[in-house]
């Protein structure tokens, strides 16, 4: 069974920094993309950050691009989010998802992310 | 850049009945598009991808339909599990920070 799992979401001070993690199993990891989307309360779907199979590239949404990092350790199976100088806009839950075919073939539950004073 | 309108902002429909949604592009994606099922404390579900095709699990009461720039999901015979907010998402045009998704509609008990 595919399993996503996000974790280290927590309440933070605007400025301040957060790595969220997203334990993979039950598909081999390390053959795909892999994507942070986000979701703030009573908006849409944002997609945020995406890196491909063997972290060979990286892309970023503008509005999180030179604050936020992406990255991956296949040898654990966990996808990760740096998350610096957030802003009250950052608020949000943030899901992990796999990429097939450049859609989103399955998503973890999301971890909550809410940045205020 | 590719702007998907989801309408309605919501649906209300009685259990048992038929409940239909639009997603418009702003220019055609082709059959590019996803439809997803999100759900509050549950991971978003993808349904439907390359408009039409369900995805593996997916009940044959969910239909997607259209190409270029308009596009449905129907959902018949609605079961209790079905309320939910549904979103779709383009993918023909795509560049690395591309990936668009409409503002959602949610389905709620009439």
């Known amino acids: 069974e595919v399993r996503l799992v996000e974790s280290g979401g927590a309440v933070v001070q605007p400025g301040g920094s957060l790595r969220l993690s997203c334990a993979a199993s039950g598909f081999t990891f390390d053959e795909y993309t892999m994507h942070w989307v986000r979701q703030a309360p009573g908006k849409g779907l944002e997609w945020v950050s995406l890196?491909?199979?063997?972290?060979?590239?990286?892309y970023s949404a503008d509005s999180v691009k030179g604050r936020f990092t992406i990255s991956r350790d296949n040898t654990k199976n966990f996808l990760y989010l740096q998350m610096n100088s957030l802003r009250t806009e950052d608020t949000a839950l943030y899901y992990c998802?796999?990429?097939?075919?450049?859609?989103?073939?399955?998503w973890g539950q999301g971890t909550l992310v809410t940045v205020s004073s | 850049e590719i702007v998907l309108t989801q309408s309605p902002a919501t649906l209300s429909v009685s259990p048992g009945g038929r409940a239909t949604l639009s997603c418009r592009a702003s220019q055609s994606v082709s059959s590019s598009l996803a439809w997803y099922q999100q759900k509050p404390g549950r991971a978003p579900r993808l349904l439907i991808y390359d408009a039409y095709t369900r995805a593996a699990g997916i009940p044959a009461r969910f239909s997607g339909s259209g190409s270029g720039t308009e596009f449905t999901l129907t959902i018949s015979s609605l079961q209790s599990e079905d309320f939910a907010v549904y979103s779709c998402?383009?993918?023909?045009?795509?560049?690395?920070?591309?990936?668009?998704f409409g503002q959602g509609t949610k389905l709620e008990v009439k």
């Open positions: 890196i491909t199979w063997d972290a060979g590239s990286t």
């Open positions: 998802a796999i990429e097939k075919f450049k859609y989103f073939q399955q």
């Open positions: 998402q383009q993918y023909h045009t795509w560049t690395p920070g591309r990936y668009t």
